[in-house]
């Protein structure tokens, strides 16, 4: 709403008897709750345009990656047993599954730190 108008509104306000100034005050507070509404709905829909726009260009979920990560960790796992009670066996087994975890763990922060950005930065 312009300044002119909240002028217009307080001048009628003062203008008119008490019978019609309730009338005016709730023209006037139905005309600023419209306006919020529609600036509040613009917000929202540039919003979810440029989450949408951003789930659109993303990469893999975090479950995927956990799952394909299970996948190729039990073949790895089951060759690294192969090599029986050899110290490098063990070790390669270790160093496997710590990997498997440091780049899950990763990628889920990097991937919650994506979704917590303000959606004008995609």
């Known amino acids: 709403m312009s300044p002119e108008e909240i ?5 009628t306000h003062h203008e ?5 100034q309730d ?5 006037f507070l139905d005309k600023v709750g419209r306006e919020i509404d529609a600036r509040a709905d613009a917000r929202l829909a540039q919003q979810q345009g440029a989450l949408a726009r951003y789930r659109r260009g993303q990469s ?10 299970m996948a190729l960790g039990i ?7 192969a090599a029986g009670t050899h110290p490098a066996g063990f070790m390669g087994l270790l160093v496997v599954w710590i990997a498997i975890a440091v ?14 950005q303000p959606p004008g930065r995609f």
């Open 7 to 11: 002028r217009a509104a307080a001048e």
């Open 60 to 69: 893999g979920s975090p479950m995927a990656l956990a799952i394909v990560s």
């Open 75 to 81: 073949p790895i796992s089951a060759i690294a047993v």
């Open 16 to 20: 008119l008897g008490p019978g019609y």
């Open 103 to 116: 780049i899950n763990i990763a990628y889920n922060i990097s991937y919650t730190a994506r979704l917590r």
């Open 23 to 27: 009338a005016v005050v709730e023209s």
